[in-house]
């Protein structure tokens, strides 16, 4: 079975170790299916950007067990090996507890795990942290070991001493190198997309050869030997001649599943890019409009220059329907404020001002307020939220216009996180949803169900 790459805390070297096997499983001409736990955009890009297969996310959380199982193989399947990225610590899961951890994806898959672990600075502490997370839970297998930021023979020598009776397999140091460091931003690591330091593959391979025993683990990227599962079906979603929906997606706005497009193309619907960033106008022909997260914060002052771009969206939303998350939702309002305090214009279809403010990061439980577009009244939903800016409330020139959108626009649910009190959250009415939150939409059938009937059936675009 492949093995779940996981670690004693973030920012362990967890990418870097999922990065440097791909790269030199593709200079050997292997390919590996990559996997990441958790809900992360980022890390999952980084995985689909070398030349490997697309790498999918598991999340036990916002997808439930099934979609994991079925995800993981269906895609496993299709190569001889796999990998699986883990999220934070290994326990970290919901809240305080281990729910939707590492851990539980590892044990749900029946795969071990290889743990990395930053040695600096530490020889004996290692093996306290180490058989602290064997002895923690004896379901999960800790196979094998890599030590991070080994910058000695020396200090190799003396973990060796203090690893020679345990049972676990050393498979290998990574010295500290400045050139397999990956670019960080506030969320977390720096897309792919927006990044000019690209990963050297080349050099990843090679590193990845001098220090790992590659061959030995090899044995643990094996795919798993299954070959029925119960594949998800979008068969009763199916659709003839669908309307065409729009996506925005380009360096600005980019934080969508890979199989959300996957799903909608699946059932017969076209899809079409848009680009904000190139200031296109919304093709004709789409009748809906789906604008993922991303980072308009970052490119405010070129979004409110892409004057077509803008333009288009205002005149689009007379008469399409459209679907913001997070990032997407930001560019609806009249301005993005940056961090000089500089005031961006936007589309200012919705009354508001996006401001730096707090992070705000974690799982959602997520109840419908009335029947709308993508929730109906007393739905359950499960989703999650990912920024650092919010909306700016106490705009006295905005107070008319925002009485007017509060009887027009109320939220569509509210959304609580851990052991926390539900708030109302989001915008919306026949023609819109937009909100914070972050939706997985394929595995959550009744989510896709009213999106498909938004979007296809109850909706049609006055041409």
Same mark, same amino acid.
């Given at each position: 079975m492949p093995c779940v790459i996981s670690s004693p805390s973030t920012d362990s070297g967890k990418t870097t170790l999922s990065?440097?096997?791909?790269?030199?499983?593709?200079?050997?001409?292997?390919?590996?299916?990559?996997?990441?736990?958790?809900?992360?955009?980022?890390?999952?890009?980084?995985?689909?950007?070398?030349g490997q297969p697309i790498c999918r996310n598991l999340d036990i959380f916002l997808s439930g067990e099934d979609w994991v199982q079925e995800?993981?193989?269906?895609?496993?399947?299709?190569?001889?090996?796999?990998?699986?990225?883990?999220?934070?610590?290994l326990f970290d899961g919901l809240g305080s507890t281990t729910y939707s951890s590492t851990a539980d994806i590892s044990?749900?898959?029946?795969?071990?795990?290889?743990?990395?672990?930053?040695?600096?600075?530490?020889?004996?502490?290692?093996?306290?942290?180490? +058989?602290? &997370?064997?002895?923690?839970?004896?379901?999960? =297998? %800790? @196979?094998?070991? #890599?030590?991070?930021?080994v910058n000695s023979d020396r200090h190799k020598k003396?973990?060796?001493?203090?690893?020679?009776?345990?049972?676990?397999?050393?498979?290998?140091?990574?010295?500290?190198?400045?050139?397999?460091?990956?670019?960080k931003a506030n969320l977390g690591l720096v897309s792919p997309l927006d990044n000019s330091k690209e990963i050297d593959v080349e050099?990843?391979?090679?590193?990845?050869?001098?220090n790992l025993d590659v061959f030995s683990l090899i044995k643990f990227l094996k795919s798993p030997q299954k070959k029925i599962f119960n594949s998800v079906s979008f068969a009763d979603f199916k659709i003839d001649r669908g309307k065409p929906i729009a996506i925005a997606e380009d360096k600005i706005f980019h934080f969508q599943y890979p199989e959300? +497009?996957? &799903?909608?193309?699946?059932?017969?619907?076209? =899809? %079409? @890019?848009?680009? #904000?960033?190139?200031?296109?106008?919304?093709?004709?022909?789409?009748?809906?409009?789906?604008?993922?997260?991303?980072?308009?914060?970052?490119?405010?002052?070129?979004?409110?220059?892409?004057?077509?771009?803008?333009?288009?969206?205002?005149?689009?939303?007379?008469?399409?329907?459209?679907y913001a998350e997070c990032g997407g939702m930001m560019i609806l309002g009249d301005f993005i404020k940056d961090e000089n305090g500089n005031n961006h214009k936007m589309s200012g279809i919705l009354p508001f001002r996006s401001k730096k403010s707090k992070l705000s990061v974690g799982y959602r439980y997520i109840e419908g307020l009335k029947d709308t577009p993508i929730i109906k009244q007393n739905q359950l939903i499960r989703g999650h939220e990912f920024h650092y800016w919010e909306i700016e409330n106490n705009l006295s020139e905005l107070d008319l216009r925002k009485a007017e959108y509060k009887k027009k626009l109320p939220s569509p649910w509210k959304i609580k996180s851990w052991k926390t009190k539900y708030k109302n959250e989001g915008f919306f009415d026949e023609k819109l949803h937009a909100s914070w939150i972050h939706?997985?939409?394929?595995?959550?059938?009744?989510?896709?169900?009213?999106?498909?009937?938004?979007?296809?059936i109850?909706?049609?675009k006055d041409c």
């Open positions: 990065l440097l096997i791909s790269c030199w499983a593709f200079s050997k001409g292997i390919k590996v299916q990559t996997f990441k736990v958790g809900p992360d955009y980022l890390d999952q890009q980084q995985l689909s950007s070398i995800s993981f193989l269906k895609h496993s399947l299709k190569y001889e090996f796999s990998l699986i990225e883990g999220a934070m610590g044990k749900l898959l029946n795969t071990p795990v290889i743990f990395i672990v930053n040695a600096r600075g530490q020889v004996a502490s290692l093996l306290a942290t180490v +058989r602290g &997370f064997k002895n923690f839970d004896s379901e999960l =297998l %800790i @196979s094998g070991i #890599i030590f991070n930021n003396l973990i060796k001493e203090v690893f020679k009776n345990e049972d676990i397999e050393i498979l290998g140091f990574l010295p500290s190198d400045s050139k397999i460091t990956l670019n050099y990843f391979a090679n590193f990845a050869e001098q959300t +497009r996957e &799903f909608l193309a699946e059932i017969g619907i076209p =899809l %079409i @890019s848009w680009s #904000i960033y190139d200031d296109e106008e919304i093709p004709n022909e789409a009748s809906s409009l789906i604008i993922p997260g991303g980072f308009p914060e970052k490119y405010a002052d070129h979004i409110s220059n892409s004057i077509k771009s803008l333009n288009s969206l205002r005149k689009f939303r007379k008469n399409g329907f459209i939706l997985h939409m394929p595995s959550s059938r009744e989510v896709a169900k009213n999106f498909i009937d938004a979007t296809q109850s909706f049609s």
